[in-house]
């Protein structure tokens, strides 16, 4: 068996469940798993996910109070879909990208299992609410830019980890105060949920951190002067405050990119 092939056998699945379950076993078997970096695999465009939810603009998504019962649900349910294409996007990282180190390639698979795992807590508290996921619309626009940078490993690392999920460090603290303002029990469980994802993102942002500037330096490139022009080039979202400071220099920004964030 080998890894970037069973990667891509995982990336191709379409129910939520199996998906999650192919992504537990293959991280199991991670140490026994043969690896080869210089092999090019191909794919469909698209990785397998089930026929719902419906994806729609971001704009079009109906705004729901979370201090409902419904409002609070659907919150969770972006937040599972976030967490689902989250999924699809290590194992993307593991199979797409060939002549890397092997480490980067267990590296992403284990965030892919990180991801699975909070993707099946935040399915559970669906469940103990009365949904399901696909029950509400979503939109796509994570995907949107793993497309974007399908072909360059460096500017993956720069815009996904260490720009899109990075932006998670920010807004999970927000989101946490907000629910704990909420009495009722299912608002104290999300934030429990919550603390867990983003301690593991904190891991997951630190591993684009890793090999960005691995791959900075293997290239020659300046971090941030590649970041900037990477940032243009792909229209990734901008920045915007609050920064959750501490999670990200745990997550390994140096001084020079915390300085950079605009004010």
């Given at each position: 068996?080998?890894?970037?092939?069973?990667?891509?056998a995982?990336?191709?699945?379409q129910d939520p469940?199996?998906?999650?379950?192919?992504?537990?076993a293959?991280?199991?078997?991670?140490?026994?798993?043969?690896?080869?970096?210089?092999?090019?695999?191909?794919?469909?465009?698209?990785?397998g996910?089930?026929?719902?939810p419906?994806?729609?603009?971001?704009?079009?998504?109906?705004?729901?109070?979370?201090?409902?019962?419904?409002?609070?649900?659907?919150?969770m349910?972006a937040i599972?879909?976030?967490?689902?294409?989250?999924?699809?996007?290590a194992l993307?990282?593991?199979w797409?990208?060939p002549?890397?180190?092997?480490?980067?390639?267990r590296d992403?698979?284990?965030?892919?299992s990180?991801?699975a795992?909070?993707?099946?807590?935040?399915?559970?508290h669906?469940?103990?609410?009365g949904?399901?996921y696909?029950?509400?619309?979503?939109?796509?626009?994570?995907?949107?830019m793993?497309?974007?940078?399908?072909?360059?490993?460096?500017?993956r690392m720069?815009?996904?980890?260490?720009?899109?999920?990075?932006r998670?460090?920010?807004?999970?603290?927000?989101?946490?105060?907000?629910?704990r303002?909420?009495?009722?029990?299912?608002?104290?469980?999300?934030?429990v949920?919550l603390?867990?994802?983003?301690?593991?993102e904190?891991?997951?942002?630190?591993?684009?951190n890793?090999?960005?500037h691995?791959?900075?330096?293997?290239?020659?490139?300046?971090?941030?002067?590649?970041?900037?022009?990477?940032?243009?080039?792909?229209?990734a979202?901008?920045?915007?405050?609050?920064?959750?400071?501490?999670?990200r220099?745990r997550?390994?920004?140096?001084?020079?990119?915390?300085?950079?964030?605009p004010?």
């Amino acid at each position: 068996m080998e890894i970037r092939q069973q990667a891509l056998a995982a990336w191709l699945l379409q129910d939520p469940a199996a998906k999650v379950a192919a992504v537990q076993a293959l991280c199991a078997d991670a140490s026994a798993l043969l690896c080869a970096p210089e092999a090019c695999l191909e794919a469909p465009s698209e990785p397998g996910r089930p026929a719902r939810p419906l994806l729609i603009e971001p704009r079009l998504l109906p705004r729901r109070s979370s201090h409902t019962a419904a409002g609070h649900a659907a919150l969770m349910h972006a937040i599972a879909h976030i967490e689902f294409n989250a999924i699809n996007l290590a194992l993307d990282a593991v199979w797409r990208f060939p002549g890397l180190p092997p480490a980067y390639y267990r590296d992403w698979l284990g965030v892919a299992s990180e991801e699975a795992l909070h993707f099946s807590l935040l399915q559970t508290h669906l469940s103990g609410l009365g949904y399901a996921y696909g029950d509400f619309p979503a939109h796509d626009g994570l995907w949107t830019m793993c497309v974007s940078t399908e072909g360059d490993v460096l500017a993956r690392m720069a815009l996904v980890p260490r720009t899109l999920e990075a932006r998670g460090l920010d807004a999970t603290p927000v989101i946490q105060a907000k629910l704990r303002q909420i009495p009722a029990d299912y608002a104290q469980a999300a934030v429990v949920i919550l603390e867990r994802i983003l301690s593991d993102e904190v891991g997951h942002v630190a591993i684009g951190n890793q090999w960005f500037h691995h791959l900075c330096a293997k290239r020659g490139v300046e971090p941030l002067a590649f970041y900037r022009e990477a940032a243009l080039r792909h229209r990734a979202p901008g920045l915007k405050p609050p920064f959750n400071l501490d999670a990200r220099r745990r997550a390994g920004f140096t001084e020079a990119e915390i300085a950079a964030l605009p004010t």
